[in-house]
C-alpha cells in the first residue's frame, strides 16, 4: 500500500521480475476491497498515505470481518516510538525506508514462504 | 516635580494599552499560523525529496544485482555509482532538513531506553566496509555494564554517526578511529561520556569554533575532498543540547582529533 507511482513501479518490478505476483492500493479504502477480492500473502504497508494513516488498514480489515494478511510496515524513521505503534497495531515487523532491494526481496521471500502453502 | 497635566488621561492609557495587547495577541496567532505552515512544508518537502530518490536507487538496485539480466563489470560498477550517489543525496537532504527543523525550534527529543553498546555497534556496523577500504582500525570500549540511556535513540545514533564519519573521512589510511562510552558521576548526577577519535589530519585549535558553525569546513586540501553540507557538526551540537549535554573537541593540526559530548542520565523518578 504506497501512494507514489514511483515507488510503486520499482518495487513492482522487483517483486514481478522474481515472481511474485503484486497488487497496489494508493488508499485505505481501496486496499480494503483489494484485500476483500484477492487476500494476499503479504502486505507492505507505507504508513504516510496523503492525509491517511496507512495504520488504519488493519482496524478498517478487523472492523470489515476480514482475515488481516501478514503485514509489514515501511516507515521513513527509525523511530521506536513509531515502531511500538506498528507492532501494536498488529504488524508483524517495521522496515526503516530506503530498504536496499536485496535485503527487502530477501526479507518478503521468507515471510511469504512462512505464511503457509500456495503463495506466489 | 513632575508635570501632571502632560500625562494622558488614565481612560487613553488603558485604551492605549488594551490596543497594544489586542494587537500582540494577533502577532501571536499569525506566528503560531506561519509556524504550522513550516512544519507543514518541511514534513511534505522531505517527503516529496526523498520518495523519488528512494525509487532511483531502488531501480539502480534492480539492476545492479542482476534481476533484469546480467551487467558487465563496468555496468555494475556504473550502477554502484548511482546507488552510492543517491544515497548520498539521501544523507545530505536529511540534514538540510534536520537543520531547517532545528532552525525553526521544531526538533524535539523523544526518550526511550536504550543500550549505548548496541547503538555504537550498529553506526560501526554501518561503517564497516569504507572503514575496511582505507585500511583503517576501529577500535570500540563500551563497557557491558554501561547503564542504559534514557534519550532520543534516533538523534543519539545520529550524532555518533556524524562524528565516526568525520573521524574515518579524515583519517589517511592505515590510521585509527575510535569510540569510547562512560559514565561519569558528577555534582549534577551521572552523564554518559562519549569520545570519538582519529589519527587523522587534525584541526588547528584557532579552528575549533569554526567546525560547529553552518556551512563551515576547514579550508585544507583534504577538507576539498570531503562531501557534505557543513551542517553536521552544526546539527551534533544542536542534537546534543537538546538533550542538555555538551560538546567539544581536543585537536591540534597534523594530531589527529578527540570530539566528546556528553548526554546527562535521567535521574529515577
Known sequence: MEDSALVTDALRLLFEETGHRVSVAATV???VALCAADAPDLVLLDLTLGDEDGLDLLAELRAAGLAVPRTVAMTGHDDPVTRARCLAAGCIEVLTKPVPARELLSQVRAWVRSSGPGTG | MTNLDATPPLAERLGALEAQQVEAARLIA????????KTEFLANISH???????????????LRDGILGDLSERQRESVQAIINGGRQLLDSIGEILTYARGAAGQLTVSRTEFSVAEVVAKVSTLNESLVARKGLALEV???????????????FAHVLSNLLGNAIDFTPAAGRVWVVARAVAGDGGCTLLVEVGDSGIGIAPEHHDLVFREFAQVDSSASRRHHGTGLGLTIARKLVELHGGRIWLESRLGEGSRFFFTIPYVADS
Open chain 1, 29 to 31: 479504502s481501496a486496499a
Open chain 2, 30 to 37: 499569525d506566528l503560531q499560523a506561519r509556524d504550522a505552515l
Open chain 2, 48 to 62: 516529496d525529496l526523498r520518495t523519488p530518490l528512494t525509487a532511483m536507487i531502488t531501480h539502480a538496485e534492480i
Open chain 2, 141 to 155: 570500549d563500551v563497557p557491558d555494564d554501561l547503564p542504559p540511556l534514557q534519550a532520543d535513540r534516533e538523534k
